[in-house]
C-alpha cells in the first residue's frame, strides 16, 4: 500500500511539473494567434484577370490563392480591395516604347521602370477583379495606374513615391492600424504597398501564402529583403485561420 502511495505522488508530481512547463509554453502558442479586430484591415491587391492564368501578366498560381483570400476575408470586418487600371497607351506597356520588350527596363522621370505586356487596360475584361472573388464585405476598391505617365504598384502611393492614392488618409480616418496583405504580386504591387503601409505609420503584415509572386531576376528575395528592413512581418494564413 506504502509502495502504491509513493507511486501515486510521483506520477501526480510528474504530471504537475510538466503542466507546469506546458503552460507557458502552450500560452505562448495562444497568443500567436492573431485574431483581426475593428482596427485591423485586409487589403486584397489586384487579384484581377490579367494576374492571374490565362492573362496577359499571368502570376504562376495566382488563381490558387483566390479560395484562401475569400476564407481570411472572413475573419476581417474590414476589406479594402486594389485594381490595376492602365490606359491604353500607358507608359509602363512595352508596345509604347520602340524596340523594347516586355521585362525590359527604361529610364523615366520617376525612375528606373519595368516595361510590361499591356494588361488591366481600363474597362477590359482581364482588368476585372477575378469572377472567384468572393467577398461581400468590401468597403473600397483603389484603384491604381489610371494616369498615363506613371506606373502605379502601390495602394498607397504612385511610383513617383508622391502621389498618393488616398488611402492612407482614409484608413487613418477609419482608425485602422494594422493592414494586412494579400494578392498579385507578392514582388512588386504587394511590396510596394506594405512598404508604404508602414511609412504610412500602420502595423504591415503580408500573408505570404495568399500571395504570390513573378520573381523576374531575383525580385522576389529583393523584395522580401526590403520589406524586413521596412518592419513588414511575414504571417501565414494560419496564423488567423487557425
Given at each position: 500500500?506504502?509502495?502504491?502511495?509513493?507511486?501515486?505522488?510521483?506520477?501526480?508530481?510528474?504530471?504537475?511539473?510538466?503542466?507546469?512547463?506546458?503552460?507557458?509554453?502552450?500560452?505562448?502558442?495562444?497568443?500567436?494567434?492573431?485574431?483581426?479586430?475593428?482596427?485591423?484591415?485586409?487589403?486584397?491587391?489586384?487579384?484581377?484577370?490579367?494576374?492571374?492564368?490565362?492573362?496577359?501578366?499571368?502570376?504562376?498560381?495566382?488563381?490558387?490563392?483566390?479560395?484562401?483570400?475569400?476564407?481570411?476575408?472572413?475573419?476581417?470586418?474590414?476589406?479594402?480591395?486594389?485594381?490595376?487600371?492602365?490606359?491604353?497607351?500607358?507608359?509602363?506597356?512595352?508596345?509604347?516604347?520602340?524596340?523594347?520588350?516586355?521585362?525590359?527596363?527604361?529610364?523615366?522621370?520617376?525612375?528606373?521602370?519595368?516595361?510590361?505586356?499591356?494588361?488591366?487596360?481600363?474597362?477590359?475584361?482581364?482588368?476585372?477583379?477575378?469572377?472567384?472573388?468572393?467577398?461581400?464585405?468590401?468597403?473600397?476598391?483603389?484603384?491604381?495606374?489610371?494616369?498615363?505617365?506613371?506606373?502605379?504598384?502601390?495602394a498607397f502611393l504612385e511610383a513617383d513615391k508622391k502621389t498618393s492614392t488616398g488611402?492612407?488618409?482614409?484608413?487613418?480616418?477609419?482608425?485602422?492600424?494594422?493592414?494586412?496583405?494579400?494578392?498579385?504580386?507578392?514582388?512588386?504591387?504587394?511590396?510596394?504597398s506594405a512598404i508604404d503601409a508602414r511609412k504610412e505609420g500602420f502595423e504591415a503584415?503580408?500573408?505570404?501564402?495568399?500571395?504570390?509572386?513573378?520573381?523576374?531576376?531575383?525580385?522576389?528575395?529583393?523584395?522580401?529583403?526590403?520589406?524586413?528592413?521596412?518592419?513588414?512581418?511575414?504571417?501565414?494564413?494560419?496564423?488567423?485561420?487557425?
Amino acid at each position: 500500500m506504502q509502495e502504491s502511495r509513493r507511486q501515486f505522488l510521483h506520477t501526480l508530481g510528474n504530471a504537475a511539473a510538466v503542466a507546469a512547463l506546458a503552460g507557458p509554453f502552450s500560452q505562448a502558442f495562444a497568443a500567436a494567434k492573431i485574431v483581426p479586430g475593428d482596427k485591423d484591415v485586409l487589403l486584397v491587391i489586384d487579384v484581377q484577370n490579367c494576374f492571374i492564368p490565362g492573362g496577359s501578366l499571368a502570376v504562376k498560381e495566382g488563381d490558387v490563392i483566390v479560395p484562401l483570400i475569400n476564407k481570411l476575408a472572413g475573419s476581417f470586418k474590414h476589406v479594402v480591395e486594389t485594381q490595376d487600371w492602365h490606359t491604353a497607351d500607358h507608359v509602363s506597356f512595352a508596345s509604347q516604347h520602340a524596340g523594347k520588350k516586355p521585362f525590359e527596363t527604361v529610364k523615366l522621370p520617376y525612375g528606373n521602370q519595368v516595361l510590361w505586356p499591356d494588361h488591366c487596360v481600363q474597362g477590359t475584361e482581364g482588368a476585372a477583379l477575378s469572377k472567384n472573388l468572393s467577398i461581400t464585405k468590401t468597403e473600397l476598391i483603389i484603384r491604381k495606374g489610371y494616369r498615363k505617365d506613371v506606373d502605379s504598384y502601390s495602394a498607397f502611393l504612385e511610383a513617383d513615391k508622391k502621389t498618393s492614392t488616398g488611402l492612407g488618409g482614409y484608413l487613418r480616418q477609419r482608425g485602422m492600424k494594422r493592414v494586412f496583405l494579400a494578392g498579385l504580386a507578392t514582388d512588386f504591387c504587394v511590396a510596394w504597398s506594405a512598404i508604404d503601409a508602414r511609412k504610412e505609420g500602420f502595423e504591415a503584415y503580408v500573408i505570404d501564402d495568399a500571395c504570390r509572386g513573378i520573381d523576374a531576376n531575383g525580385s522576389l528575395g529583393a523584395a522580401w529583403k526590403d520589406m524586413t528592413r521596412a518592419g513588414v512581418k511575414k504571417i501565414i494564413s494560419a496564423d488567423i485561420l487557425g
